[in-house]
């Protein structure tokens, strides 16, 4: 039972809210008429009576309330409404309705749970809406871009692209299809992880290769998701400006050209982003897309742990009821390929560990992805703390590596490692680099070539990490 005392505008409101959601409400008023029309509406119970009156109260059983709600014009009544709940139960939660002023000082020195100052209601009611807004804002421009596209919206998002790519460009391509055009969602790279082709495969999607692309500019829009500027990891040609960019990747946003631009570096995924604009567009968000549109927020978020926000979050509670958890299972604990465990059981064959470093080459791959994923499975072997494995695909030495020592930031030992030699980047937890074969000039021997990319590796991230000469 929840109990309101004093039932004006606000108080009724209250009550007939919590009488919606199917509880139990106690009202108490000292007005006989509101009190007689008050009897005729069904609360559990009504009781005419001085709210400050401690005898009224206990036998109206305040003492078993839920929560008591004191939401009176007159800060002065709450107060001492507030010290009578107080005196008679030490531990009903009071809600209390204090002056205009934020912080304000009436009830002081008094064990009220939650104060609410109108003003800062309405301030706050009043901030969200310009949200909204403004979000209604954009939306009418991404409209008015996509109603003009006869020959269709090519989606681009970033090269290799990960969940969140996938879902983002996903939902972009319904909200298109809501705004009467035709969306086609084109990658670089290749969908390499297993759990992102089994996104890709237990939900059906249609991707296109870029390759596969004989004429971007066929397309009437272009739109780029999770990415933002052509040619940054994303394979749009420099030349192209797109129409569209949605992203939440750090960026000097002069540099991004677009007619409709929203990149919020804030925020955990964009996913989070597209969820808020089905939702806003009132387009149904199916158990596909929830479930996409979860596991692009789970997997940029690191399940929820890395930069997560409100508006995350938010998103969350909004996909989490609509997903589908079996497929989500499934699309986590993807079957492993064939590939990637003779890459594992190379790793593991090859494998160096000096101290706390296990350092392991696989020798030539196809698949750089399996690469990330042979150093996931060794960063859990026993005394492990930093991992790196690489191996030659094409004429480049991928190295892919791991990390949980807290005092290594792997991003970093990778780019004063390889940095100047190839190209290196990443977290402090995870990491990878890439150096051409052209250093080695024309070695066309292949041990001999792994050989020499064994000592590049091995000698350049000791040496980066402070640790001189190599223990054979
Ligand atoms: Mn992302």
New binding site residues.
């Given amino acids: 039972m929840y109990a309101v005392l004093g039932c004006g505008t606000a108080g009724y409101l209250a009550a007939s809210k919590l009488q919606e959601q199917g509880k139990k409400v106690l009202i108490v008023d000292n007005d006989e008429k509101r009190v007689e029309s008050l009897k005729e509406r069904e609360f559990e119970r009504v009781i005419l009576g001085d709210i400050t009156d401690p005898s009224t109260l206990k036998e109206a059983g305040i003492e078993q309330a839920e929560a008591v709600l004191i939401l009176t014009t007159n800060v002065e009544l709450n107060r001492k409404a507030a010290e009578t709940v107080r005196r008679l139960s030490r531990d009903v939660p009071i809600i209390v309705r204090g002056g205009k002023e934020a912080g304000s000082k009436e009830f002081e020195g008094l064990d009220v749970d939650v104060v609410i100052n109108p003003t800062v209601v309405v301030a706050s009611v009043a901030i969200e809406s310009l949200y909204d807004l403004e979000l209604k804002k954009k939306l009418r421009n991404l409209r008015r871009i996509i109603e003009d596209a006869p020959k269709g919206v090519a989606i681009v998002t970033q090269d290799n692209p990960?969940p969140?790519?996938i879902a983002?460009a996903l939902s972009l391509k319904k909200i298109v299809e809501h705004f009467g055009s035709v969306g086609e969602i084109i990658y670089g790279g290749e969908i390499g992880h297993e759990e992102n082709r089994a996104l890709v495969n237990l939900l059906g999607l249609s991707l296109t290769p870029i390759s596969k692309v004989r004429d971007l500019r066929g397309y009437s829009k272009i739109a780029l998701v999770?990415a933002s500027i052509p040619g940054e990891n994303n394979s749009l040609p420099k030349s192209i400006t797109p129409d569209i960019v949605i992203d939440?990747?750090q960026v000097d946003e002069s540099k991004v050209k677009a007619e409709y631009k929203d990149i919020r570096p804030e925020v955990g995924?964009?996913?989070t982003i597209l969820t808020e604009y089905l939702v806003h567009l009132g387009i149904e968000i199916t158990p596909e897309i929830a479930t996409a549109l979860l596991y692009?927020i789970k997997t940029?978020t690191n399940d929820f742990t890395r930069g997560t926000t409100a508006q995350d979050l938010k998103a969350v509670a909004i996909l989490y009821p609509k997903a589908d958890h079996d497929l989500l299972m499934k699309i986590e604990t993807p079957v492993m390929s064939a590939e990637t465990l003779d890459v594992l059981s190379e790793a593991i064959r090859n494998r160096k560990i000096r101290g706390s470093f296990l350092l392991t080459n696989v020798g030539f791959i196809r698949d750089r992805d399996t690469l990330p994923q042979a150093a996931d499975h060794l960063l859990r072997l026993e005394g492990i703390s930093t991992v790196l494995v690489y191996g030659i695909g094409g004429d480049v030495i991928h190295i892919s590596g791991r990390n949980r020592d807290i005092r290594i930031n792997l991003g970093e030992v990778m780019q004063k490692a390889f940095g100047n030699i190839g190209s290196a980047g990443g977290h402090a937890t995870a990491a990878a680099a890439k150096i051409p074969l052209g250093l080695f000039g024309g070695v066309k021997d292949k041990a001999s070539l792994l050989k020499l990319a064994e000592e590049a590796v091995t000698d350049r991230f000791f040496k980066a990490l402070g640790i001189e000469g190599e223990e054979k």
Wanted: charged share 35%.
């Fill in positions: 990960d969140d790519a983002s999770e939440h990747h995924a964009t996913s692009g940029d």
